[in-house]
């Protein structure tokens, strides 16, 4: 069976990126708890987009059947990361918006059936 690997490891990798922006957002909400007492779970939001991203790219290629739900999720996911995470540092953004649409138009290759099978046994050649 086929997968679609490229969806998947571009997919994984822009996931990474808006992992890192979303780290870079919490750490700031870090700071400003630290000097202002400001306290928010909003700033956390990022590092959970960033680590579904990267399970969306894991289930594109564990479950190719449901490719184009990944898809759609990575694209979601990738949009929101605009605002909870920076996009990823842009590339993080773009990258999951490419392999979100990769998997949706991924087409699995059909598998091309056994010559002269007819029900699992080998059938002999025709006599001459």
Known sequence: MSRPIGAAIVTIIGGIFILIGGLILASFGALLFAFLGISSGLFYIGLVIGLLTIVMGVLMYTTPSMHVAWGVLAIVFSITSWVFAFGGLFLG???????????????PTPETPRPYTTTGFQVPPPPR
Request: without cysteine; proline residues 0%.
């Open 93 to 107: 953004f773009l990258l999951a918006l490419i392999g979100g649409i990769l998997a949706i138009i991924w087409k």
